[in-house]
């Protein structure tokens, strides 16, 4: 089943911060995130598994809520270049690799 | 280091048509995974190749098959196209085990 993305849009200024969630019915193994710039592929953010820690770099971060089967996504003090569609994509067994996208969340940075 | 490669980049196909798409992995990668992206969605999954074999395969009609070579590249294969195929087609590659999967920069395929 899709994991469902919050919230769908969302338009900040350049420095502002925005968190974006990824829920999901079942129980997931890892979770993914991507960002996709218009007419480009998806690029890897960063992956975070069942059992691990928060994980991050530079101004962007990413935690796991094992119990609720949830994802955050954290960008602080946006940049420009943060704009794009940002995607989870979650893996239900371990290894398969198998992703199941959400439908995404775009966001818009502005000078 | 090359990425991940594709081609066409574009595509104009009619109804009833077939269609070839092509992929070859990052260097050093020998698992292909192939996602239909439709316009506004995420990229939903149609199959992983490893090993020259399909492994997995997402909710798509037979219509859709593919291969894998023994240089680890794929085709993804879509016969009597229909309107509703009209996407982008991603190819994604990872090394068996590890979990991060690398995209590349799609083909988008339009049916008229």
């Known amino acids: 089943q899709q994991p469902v993305q919050s919230p769908q849009a969302v338009i900040l200024r350049e420095g502002e911060d925005a968190v974006i969630n990824c829920s999901s019915s079942?129980?997931?193994?890892?979770v993914h995130w991507y960002r996709q710039k218009h007419g480009e592929a998806p690029v890897f953010l960063m992956i975070?598994?069942?059992?691990?820690e928060q994980k991050g770099h530079e101004k962007i971060s990413a935690s796991f809520n094992e119990k609720k089967q949830q994802s955050s996504l954290y960008l602080t003090a946006s940049q420009l270049s943060y704009s794009g569609t940002y995607f989870c994509?979650?893996?239900?067994?371990?290894?398969?690799?198998?992703?199941?996208f959400g439908t995404g969340t775009r966001l818009t940075i502005i000078p | 280091d090359a990425g991940v490669t594709q081609s066409p980049t574009h595509l104009i196909k009619t109804r009833g048509q077939q269609v070839t798409l092509r992929c070859s992995p990052k260097?050093?990668?020998?698992?292909v995974s192939w996602y239909q992206q439709a316009l506004g969605q995420g990229p939903q999954f149609i199959f992983q190749?490893?090993?020259?074999?399909?492994?997995q395969r997402g909710n798509f009609p037979d219509r859709f098959s593919g291969h894998q070579f023994p240089n680890y590249s794929s085709e993804l294969n879509v016969n009597a196209l229909l309107l509703g195929d009209s996407a982008l087609y991603l190819c994604?590659?990872?090394?068996?085990?590890?979990?991060?999967?690398?995209f590349g920069p799609g083909t988008r395929l339009l049916v008229l």
């Open positions: 994604a590659s990872s090394i068996e085990g590890e979990e991060t999967q690398y």
């Open positions: 079942k129980a997931l193994y890892s």
């Open positions: 975070l598994l069942k059992g691990g």
């Open positions: 994509g979650t893996e239900l067994v371990l290894g398969n690799e198998k992703l199941t």
């Open positions: 260097s050093g990668h020998d698992t």
């Open positions: 190749y490893y090993e020259e074999e399909e492994r």
